[in-house]
Each structure stands twice: as C-alpha cells, then as structure tokens.
C-alpha cells in the first residue's frame, strides 16, 4: 500500500421505530444539533408533511455542530430490535480520570441521561485490563456505554 489514503466521513445509521425522538435523545447525550430544514421549509414538520404518507416520520438526522463528530442518521424499521447490538457508541465522559472521581462522573453522566429516558444496565467496574464504564441503553433499547 503506498501513500497515505483518502480520510473519508462516517455517519452512524440507527435503525429504530421512531426516528425523530432517538434522535433528539441522542442530541441531548452528545450535544448534537438538528440542521437546518431543506430549503422552502420553515421547520422539519413541514418539510415532513410534504412527503407522501409512507415516508413522514420514516428518518431523521443529527450532527456535531462544529462539524468533526460523525453525522447520526435514524431511519424507521419495520422490526423491533431482538438481539445485543453488534456495534455501539461508546460517550467519553471519564476520559483521563480514573478510581472515585471516574466512578463520579460516570455516575453523574448516568443520572443525566436517566432523566432523558435511557436506562442503566450495569457498572462494569475496574479490572487489570479495562476503567470502570457503565453499560447503558437509549429510548429504544440501543446498547451504548458510558466510559
């Protein structure tokens, strides 16, 4: 392989059943934003209503309003989910802190995101190997840890 190959951006795809409202979960954990709407249209319900039936409220989007965190994008499914995630996000907020003071600010971040709607799953404590991190799920069941 020679050079340096091209950097391409990602984007996180959620399949879920109600995009619009995973979505603004998820810009309340990571601070994201909505975009602006398509050109024409004063909001994104407008822009909404003007889609034929089948595809109102079938996606939604979010991003990191200074444009380097990936874009997150929602499409409605037809399936619930059924099965542990085979890929999922991990939100740094214990980043360069370890013991008690790790513990409290994955605690506190817990508590937040709890009053959004998520749910805690477990507190995966420290080992030789690993920090501690508490495994959690968003408002539909989507695994995701706190580390």
């Known amino acids: 392989m020679g050079g340096m190959g091209l950097v391409r951006q990602v984007q996180v795809t959620f399949d ?3 995009p619009e ?3 603004r979960f ?3 954990v990571l601070g994201y934003v909505v975009p602006p ?3 024409g249209f004063a909001n994104w319900t407008e822009f909404d209503r003007s889609l034929p039936a089948e595809r109102q409220g079938a996606s939604f989007a979010c991003g990191d309003p200074s444009g380097v965190g ?7 499914v037809p399936e619930g989910k059924v099965v542990k995630n085979r890929v999922h996000l991990d939100v740094r907020v214990g980043t360069g802190l370890v013991g008690e003071e790790r ?3 994955l605690e506190a971040e817990c508590a937040r995101l709890t009053a ?4 805690r799953v477990q507190l995966l404590e420290a080992d030789e190997e690993n920090e501690s991190c508490i495994v ?3 408002v539909e069941g989507n695994e995701f840890c706190l580390d």
Do not use: K, S
């Open 103 to 105: 513990l409290a600010a």
């Open 26 to 28: 998820w810009c309340e």
């Open 116 to 119: 959004l709607g998520a749910v």
């Open 136 to 138: 959690m799920q968003d």
């Open 70 to 76: 990936p874009r997150l994008y929602f499409q409605r």
């Open 21 to 23: 409202r995973v979505a």
């Open 16 to 18: 879920c059943a109600e």
């Open 37 to 39: 709407p398509p050109e």
